[in-house]
């Protein structure tokens, strides 16, 4: 069956660096597109990051724009994000998501469209 495996959550201080990882398995990763998403307690989880299928195209939630960076390796089957210069607001449990897609063109903002989930890695971000 499908899985995604987040890691590399953790603690780190408002200005650091983290970088999560998910690894893929159980289908044709190359065929998904791929977004990572956040949920703060008592908040909606909302668009971080996505990426297409050939890791060519990405795009962001304003609020992480200039600071996160989304990025893929199709052969080990892996997402990144790449977080730097955290704020405390970026605390949240990150999950990753995939949607499988059939072209560039797809709505990578709305969490109703991705049909696999992991599990989620907690970001604490300190003041």
């Known amino acids: 069956q499908v899985q995604l495996a987040e890691s590399g959550g953790g603690l780190v201080q408002a200005g650091g660096s983290l970088r999560l990882s998910c690894a893929a398995s159980g289908l044709t990763f190359s065929s998904y597109a791929m977004g990572w998403f956040r949920q703060a307690p008592g908040k909606e989880r909302e668009f971080v990051a996505g990426?297409?299928?050939?890791?060519?195209?990405?795009y962001y939630a304003d609020s992480v724009k200039g600071r996160f960076t989304i990025s893929r390796d199709n052969a080990r089957n892996l997402v990144y994000l790449q977080m730097n210069s955290v704020k405390p607001e970026d605390t949240a449990v990150y999950y990753c998501?995939?949607?499988?897609?059939?072209?560039?063109?797809?709505?990578?903002?709305?969490?109703?469209?991705?049909?696999?989930w992991g599990q989620g890695t907690q970001v604490i971000v300190s003041s």
């Open positions: 998501a995939a949607q499988r897609t059939y072209s560039n063109s797809y709505n990578y903002a709305d969490k109703r469209g991705y049909e696999y």
């Open positions: 990426i297409i299928r050939s890791g060519g195209i990405t």
